[in-house]
């Protein structure tokens, strides 16, 4: 048995028994990556003498009875825009390229106080702004059931890790679908929590009123694990919300009787794949014969939430980057004849062209004559949206819908017009712009052995409700158990 | 077109960014086609609707003012491009 094809629970268990340890499994991580990251190209550092160095620190405790969590010992990979001390964080940008962190996140710092392994820092779209990790700076991710398709973005590098066995589980980052829409892409599971669920401390910040952290794992079980490891409020982060963390896997339940999933109509739209609206209705299906009850919801201003998004993202995003100058840190261009120079010239070769083309979206929205038309406007539409969620979650615990509307694209299909890309998040986006939390679960396969993905959506600080029909909807099926083939 | 060059140039200036006479052709073109998309908005009626900011009901988190961590100078210097004398050194500001 292949110790890389484990779940996190499957080698808690190994672990405590005494029939592995963690060294055995870091070094099959590791050499996992050897064998396949060449193909795969999922991270952008593999940190592998650590990793086994860890691993044999971990061992000794766990002989000494000091093992503290069920992630103690298990290597798990960490998107590269979230700060780990000492170990570059680049952001999949050069003008990050040799930027290495005086402090961890908040994520990480919790993860290492839980005894986690870190085997490296996975690829994403630069600064997360993008559907397709296409637009790292450094290299594209590709998809391990196609290595011709995109493994979805911006978090590709985590979902393709774990779907490659690349890593056990992995963290990434959600601000329009980020976590959700590539675990889809690569049949994991991958759960992006209530907004101020996790700390964003230590996130290079893309939209703060958007961004959160999430797993992405192998199995519903593993995400309820690991949400338990990250989730918690932080005085460094003053959006963190200070409110009670349960125990999530005590939602891990097999009965599903009278919970009452909404199918939003707005949802099942032209251009969506007949192989992807099949898989979904048939999974909702399963959620009824497993006694759930099934009914019509309406999000009536679905349609509005990418343009609102595309506003509101990017000047959020114009903001944040303002602090990328050449001057504290970060890539610095040569030659400039005078500070202002030295920032123009720094941002103009540093930034890659998504990335410039979201700052000047965003710049615009918030200029002088512009403001009131397009940012206060998107403002106003995001609250119609989050009252759509709000009047429909007073009569369904849970909403289901298709997390994107076709499976993985080719690498290049959608790469020349942005808007194009930007459509491809369309059912994603407006669980960001309401808050609230959503998972994706691996729902079937297409005819060419490509996964789709079911989303299935809860209230504000409710991940259990999504996590447990999460999990019915798991045992009653095989997906989860699938594996790329490489 | 949404958004015109010399728009383009304004905003770009705005932004600390500079472009090439082609890549301000493309972005001109790119930038009106999503413009042109988000003009959608205006089909809703948002008299009177309160704009959202952020998600929850916090506001003005507070925290007692005592001395936490900080950063060593050396540490926070690391990351610098250019330094000297603990200090950050970035070219001429004033002749």
């Known amino acids: 048995m292949e110790l890389y094809k484990l779940t996190i629970h499957d080698l808690h268990e190994m672990l405590a028994k005494g029939e592995t340890t963690s060294k055995a499994v870091t070094e099959a991580v590791i050499n996992r990556i050897k064998a396949v990251d060449n193909k795969v190209k999922a991270y952008i550092t593999v940190n592998a003498d650590a990793a086994i160095d860890r691993a044999e620190h971990a061992d000794k405790d766990i002989k000494a009875g000091k093992a503290n969590s069920p992630v103690f010992g298990v290597p798990i990979a960490i998107k590269d825009n979230m700060c780990t001390d000492g170990i570059k964080t680049t952001c999949a940008s050069k003008i990050l390229g040799n930027f290495i962190p005086p402090y961890d996140a908040t994520v990480v710092a919790k993860l290492k106080q839980a005894g986690y392994i870190m085997p490296g820092k996975t690829n994403m779209d630069e600064f997360a702004m993008g559907s397709s990790t296409e637009n790292s700076g450094f290299f594209v991710t590709k998809n391990p059931w196609d290595l011709e398709r995109i493994p979805g973005g911006s978090s590709g590098g985590s979902a393709a890790a774990v779907a490659a066995g690349e890593c056990i589980a992995a963290l990434g980052s959600d601000t329009g679908g980020s976590i959700r829409q590539p675990a889809a892409c690569c049949g994991v599971v991958g759960l992006k929590p209530t907004y101020g669920r996790v700390s964003r401390y230590g996130l290079v910040a893309f939209a703060s009123s958007l961004d959160q952290i999430g797993p992405l794992t192998k199995d519903v079980t593993d995400t309820a694990i690991l949400l338990n490891v990250i989730a918690g409020h932080d005085p460094k982060d003053s959006t963190s919300a200070d409110i009670a963390v349960p125990d999530f896997t005590k939602a891990l339940k097999k009965d599903v009787k009278g919970m009452k999933v909404g199918i939003p109509k707005e949802y099942f739209i032209e251009g969506m794949d007949p192989e992807v609206e099949k898989a979904v209705r048939d999974a909702v299906k399963t959620l009824e014969g497993l006694g759930a009850k099934v009914m019509e919801v309406s999000l009536p201003h679905t349609g509005y939430a990418v343009a609102t998004y595309y506003i509101l993202a990017t000047s959020e995003a114009s903001s944040n980057l303002a602090r990328y100058d050449g001057v504290k840190y970060g890539f610095r261009a040569q030659g400039a004849k005078d500070l202002l120079d030295m920032y123009v010239k720094s941002r103009s070769q540093g930034f890659g062209p998504e990335v410039k083309r979201r700052i000047m979206l965003g710049t615009y929205a918030l200029s002088a004559g512009y403001y009131e038309a397009y940012y206060k406007k998107g403002q106003q539409v995001r609250t119609l949206i989050k009252r759509d969620f709000d009047e429909a979650f007073k009569q369904v615990d849970v909403i289901a819908t298709p997390t994107a509307p076709t499976a993985a694209f080719k690498i290049g299909e959608k790469s020349a017009d942005p808007l194009q890309m930007y459509l491809s998040d369309i059912f994603t986006i407006s669980v960001n712009l309401a808050g609230i939390p959503g998972i994706s679960i691996p729902c079937g396969f297409t005819k060419t052995n490509l996964p789709i993905g079911l989303q299935l959506l809860g209230r504000h600080f409710h991940e259990e409700s999504i996590i447990h029909a999460a999990f019915a909807y798991e045992q009653a099926t095989e997906w989860h158990k699938k594996r790329a083939k490489l | ?95």
Do not use: C, W
């Open chain 2, 1 to 95: 077109m949404k958004i015109s060059k010399q728009e383009v140039e304004h905003v770009a200036k705005l932004a600390r960014l500079e472009f090439s006479q082609q890549e301000k052709e493309k972005l001109t073109q790119q930038l009106s086609n999503i413009l042109t998309y988000v003009e959608k908005l205006g089909e809703l009626d948002t008299k009177g609707v309160e704009p959202t900011s952020h998600v929850l009901d916090i506001k003005n988190v507070m925290r007692d003012d005592v001395i936490a961590g900080s950063l060593p100078q050396d540490r926070a210097l690391a990351n610098a491009p250019e330094k000297a004398a603990g200090h950050y050194k970035v070219p001429l500001i004033i002749e």
